[in-house]
């Protein structure tokens, strides 16, 4: 593929995905919402992207109630889609799995102890981290698990480290109500990752998308594909609400990350320019690319 810009190509494509919150027996959330059919329509948006991912990361919250046969379900659809595109699945604890089910359900798997894991996809390393707290909402980590994470990067992955939690270590002022169920002790974390490989922190659990940076690293909050909050909701503490879906694509460079958000709903088309201009410009020189691009008189912007 031709360089048009002044960037090559990213070094990693990852898809980031969060809250599917499965239902057993295909029920609907909330008796409206089909949640396996909106999982399916986001692998579907997933599917056409280009370059595909290398690794799909769900950040938690993957069962609603953590019964198995919606890990099964979650497995059956993601699995297959991941597998076309060549991808593996990460998959991370929310406040709503549960760990017994989810080890069983996901990893075949009997320990129900914390469920960290460690992935590596050509070079960059992905640490699943399980903030979760039984019989809670909040998230929390154990003094354990920030001593085996501090091993683990102990040694700098090729390309470095993304960590994939459920409770973002972020303020949330758009949405307060998220403060009495957020992340607690997060100074530990960073005291962990602070000077390490760490290039990015993956996150969920908000319904809404956000960005910030902890301990000098980006942190990137993936809407949910089931029902996301409203940002900004007239008389109400928190709404809920059947729209805005949207998962997030991250690009890895040399020296940095990209982060762009792609909603469910393809909306309405305006207007175009046909996918057969993407070949046509591997034959076309790149002076002359940029001339009909950017030139005012160009027909493609007229």
Not at 192 to 202: E, F, H, M, Q, S
Not at 221 to 246: K, L
Request: proline letters at 6%.
């Amino acid at each position: 593929m031709k360089q048009l810009g002044q960037y090559a190509a990213p070094r990693h494509v990852v898809a980031h995905l969060s809250d599917p919150h499965l239902i057993g027996s295909g029920g609907l959330h909330y008796g409206v919402i089909d949640n396996v059919d909106h999982l399916r329509r986001v692998l579907a948006r997933l599917a056409v992207v280009r370059p595909a991912p290398q690794a799909l990361v769900f950040t938690g919250d993957l069962a609603d109630r953590a019964e198995p046969d919606a890990y099964e379900t979650l497995r059956s659809i993601v699995e297959p889609a991941a597998a076309e595109m060549g991808a593996i699945v990460v998959w991370t604890m929310g406040n709503h799995d549960e760990r017994a089910p989810f080890a069983r359900g996901l990893f075949g798997s009997d320990d129900d102890g914390f469920q960290d894991r460690v992935h590596e996809v050509d070079g960059l390393r992905i640490v699943a981290l399980d903030t979760s707290v039984p019989g809670y909402h909040h998230g929390d980590l154990h003094a354990d698990q920030l001593a085996w994470l501090a091993d683990v990067l102990a040694t700098p992955a090729e390309h470095g480290t993304l960590l994939a939690m459920h409770h973002p270590p972020l303020p949330v002022p758009m949405l307060r109500a998220a403060e009495l169920i957020e992340l607690h002790d997060q100074q530990a974390l960073a005291d962990v990752i602070t000077g390490t490989d760490v290039r990015g922190i993956l996150a969920g659990h908000l319904h809404l998308s956000s960005w910030s940076t902890f301990a000098g690293v980006p942190v990137s909050v993936a809407s949910a594909s089931c029902y996301t909050t409203d940002p900004a909701p007239v008389d109400r503490f928190v709404s809920g609400v059947d729209a805005n879906q949207a998962f997030m694509m991250v690009h890895a460079y040399d020296d940095r990350l990209v982060h762009t958000l792609v909603p469910l709903e393809r909306g309405p088309e305006v207007s175009h320019i046909g996918s057969d201009i993407a070949e046509a410009l591997e034959d076309v020189p790149l002076e002359q690319a940029r001339e009909l691009a950017s030139s005012k008189t160009s027909q493609f912007n007229s």
